[in-house]
């Protein structure tokens, strides 16, 4: 009998908690997956790279570990203290009719522990075979293919899982099962009081809200502007004014209210009463939902910024090289500059790997030899001039920096690059004898300072270098001369091969740059190739750099926006929405007595039905609105201190992607919101039953 009551009561919870009971269940499959995240196909991919951004990123696992765990206690604390109050009556009768009390601990506790064991029975399952079908998406997005992926169970990630799930479902269930125990009798059968919040003037409120959209207008201010990101004590101060305008605001909620009431719209069936019951929650509750839209500010910003930083990585790169290999000796010699590059292709015949290039051609880059002077061998005043005429702006300011420093730049022959745009599928470059082209690395680009520059370069203006005039012609060229990023040139001039070799005096670098070709059976993906071919050249002792190595950054920066991010949205959603839920309706079974009132008065189920989906609207959508609006702010601001000088021109379409993700995630709020109002119309029908006096 006892343990059959035991089922009962536990498939009854899952029932009338289903909600709980399923954020529960995401809890514990986010959980698998980010402590299964070193068993990914990506990271798996990345650690042959010993990549120690890679390592550093595992090692933060840890930390997000525990963080939830404690994040997740209060959760399920909270959900579950508003499982007991509502069953207070069942247990008082279980004591009166003869339970002893620790015969209703022992059953309290087989409930808790067999309701967590369905959840893990469920969750865990369900985390593994969603965790494989990340790893397979990412790993195609990616560009590693599926041929060679394996199933994978981790068995660290389970144990973890399930050790921190019914650890703080445990110790939850301890305090507040004592809690329950140690009431009497009648304490446990009376109906509790409502509570009477204390109120003050409404000029006292409206104090406050006004203060706190002050706040946090200056916090928005001091975030986009990146100023806060300049300093640590700006950094604290923002943070300090957005926390304290969230919290003003909605203490502030009663002013609002209360000028809603007095808008002459009370002609609609218990709209005051709506009204008045939100605008005690809010007095009683404001801490609360201020913390709850905190969280839901965290998510979208997290699952906005996340999602956009991923999509954007994922292809923003231009692809061109896969190769470029880099002779032992780049300061060639005069007598025989291309020595050195012969040597590599000599090798790569040798041990049969030329082959497996579609192209191999030469990138001569060089520095100024006619002169021994190191300062001001290339001017170029009109360029210099017509920039700061231009209207104020951070991509003039950066431009003006980056060519101040341009009086002695690289040179690039014209054949060598022409090489390079063919492979690109670019326009070649014609250049006469006294012409030239600018060359800027797209690290040191925006699309705001190409179109400045091209629009400059159009104009043909005259240069100096060295002393003889060189006017620089056709836009400017943006496309990586080798794969190597630690080779960056901030400025450069392309030159016609005569030219070069002149200021050269044939004393100057020489890379070869290689692609591969393209697999006939297209089983293989790209980076597969590539990580095939870095093997067979590990035996040839050549100084290589591949698109790997460059692309493992790229794929570093995808795992971390979107594995971390979209975890931590996930956890901040369920917990803001589980805490403004049971609030809900933890308010709404104290205010039982008006219900019941309204009841006796004449109102039906299907006007409650409206009244209560109404104060739901508003109890979630304050919050959510209020979260919505300020992660707009938050993305922005994120962008602003995150995002390098290169991907800071990409802010616009950042945004938009930003944007829809917060759609999707408010989408989820609608989704809970319906959730709530099931659970609320299941209380109230409850209330139409005749009572009983026992």
């Avoid at 499959?29 to 990506?42: C, G, H, K, P, T």
């Avoid at 690059?417 to 030239?436: C, D, F, I, M």
């Avoid at 082209?437 to 040191?444: I, K, S, T, W």
């Amino acid at each position: 009998m006892f343990f059959e009551l035991i089922r009962r009561n536990s498939r009854r919870s899952r029932k009338e908690n289903g909600l709980f009971f399923a954020m529960l269940l995401i809890a514990i499959i986010a959980f698998y997956i980010i402590l299964s995240l070193s068993r990914q196909d990506i990271m798996l991919f990345l650690r042959e790279m010993e990549s120690d951004a890679v390592n550093r990123l595992l090692s933060l696992i840890p930390v997000f570990y525990v963080m939830t765990l404690v994040i997740l206690f209060f959760l399920i604390y909270f959900a579950s203290k508003y499982q007991l109050e509502r069953r207070r009556h069942e247990f008082g009768m279980y004591l009166m009719m003869g339970m002893t009390r620790n015969r209703l601990f022992l059953l309290l506790l087989a409930e808790d522990v067999g309701s967590s064991l369905v959840a893990l029975l469920i969750g865990l399952p369900a985390g593994v075979l969603l965790s494989e079908v990340i790893s397979l998406v990412t790993a195609r997005l990616a560009g590693l293919g599926i041929i060679g992926h394996q199933f994978t169970l981790s068995l660290q990630a389970v144990l973890l899982t399930a050790a921190g799930f019914f650890a703080i479902k445990f110790a939850a269930f301890l305090i507040l099962s004592a809690k329950i125990s140690r009431q009497e009798i009648g304490s446990l059968l009376a109906e509790r009081p409502e509570e009477i919040p204390v109120q003050l003037s409404p000029g006292a409120y409206g104090l406050a809200f006004f203060g706190g959209l002050f706040c946090l207008g200056t916090a928005y201010y001091l975030a986009v502007r990146g100023t806060a990101w300049r300093e640590i004590p700006v950094m604290g101060l923002t943070l300090l004014l957005g926390l304290s305008g969230t919290f003003l605001v909605f203490y502030g909620l009663r002013f609002v209210f209360e000028l809603i009431i007095r808008s002459k719209r009370g002609d609609r069936r218990l709209y005051v009463f709506n009204m008045r019951q939100l605008q005690e929650n809010v007095i009683r509750r404001s801490g609360a939902m201020a913390v709850s839209s905190l969280l839901i500010l965290g998510a979208l910003c997290c699952f906005g910024a996340g999602a956009s930083m991923a999509a954007y990585y994922g292809q923003s790169e231009e692809h061109v090289l896969d190769y470029t290999f880099m002779p032992e000796e780049t300061e060639v010699q005069e007598e025989n500059p291309e020595q050195e590059a012969w040597k590599v292709l000599d090798t790569l015949n040798d041990k049969g790997l030329s082959g497996e290039f579609s192209q191999l051609f030469e990138m001569k880059i060089g520095h100024i030899r006619t002169t021994e002077e190191y300062e001001d061998v290339f001017t170029m005043d009109e360029i210099m001039d017509r920039v700061r005429s231009l209207p104020d702006s951070e991509d003039k300011d950066v431009l003006l920096n980056n060519l101040e420093y341009a009086d002695y730049p690289h040179l690039i022959a014209l054949s060598s690059y022409n090489q390079l745009l063919s492979a690109a599928g670019l326009p070649r470059l014609e250049l006469g004898e006294k012409e030239g082209a600018v060359y800027m690395d797209p690290e040191f680009v925006t699309d705001g300072r190409i179109k400045i520059m091209d629009e400059i370069l159009a104009e043909r203006p005259k240069t100096e270098l060295d002393g003889d005039p060189v006017w620089l012609t056709g836009d400017l060229q943006t496309t990586a001369v080798v794969t190597d990023q630690s080779i960056t040139l901030s400025f450069a001039l392309i030159l016609p091969d005569e030219t070069f070799a002149h200021y050269t005096r044939n004393q100057y670098d020489v890379y070869i740059n290689g692609i591969l070709k393209s697999s006939g059976s297209g089983s293989a993906s790209l980076l597969e190739r590539i990580s095939e071919m870095n093997h067979r050249l590990d035996d040839t002792g050549l100084n290589y750099e591949s698109y790997l190595q460059n692309m493992g950054r790229q794929l570093f920066y995808i795992a971390a926006a979107s594995y971390l991010t979209i975890y931590l949205a996930i956890i901040f959603i369920i917990v803001a929405n589980t805490v403004i839920g049971v609030q809900f309706l933890m308010n709404q079974q104290k205010a039982n007595r008006r219900y019941k009132t309204l009841i006796r008065l004449g109102a039906v189920y299907e006007t409650l039905r409206g009244s209560a989906d109404k104060q739901i609207n508003w109890y979630f959508g304050i919050p959510v609105l209020a979260a919505a609006v300020s992660s707009l702010f938050g993305v922005r601001a994120l962008f602003s201190g995150l995002l390098s000088s290169r991907t800071q021109g990409s802010v616009k379409e950042l945004m938009i992607i930003s944007a829809a993700m917060i759609l999707v995630l408010c989408v989820v709020e609608y989704i809970y919101m319906t959730a709530v109002k099931r659970s609320s119309s299941r209380y109230l029908l409850t209330l139409m039953e005749p009572e009983r006096e026992e």
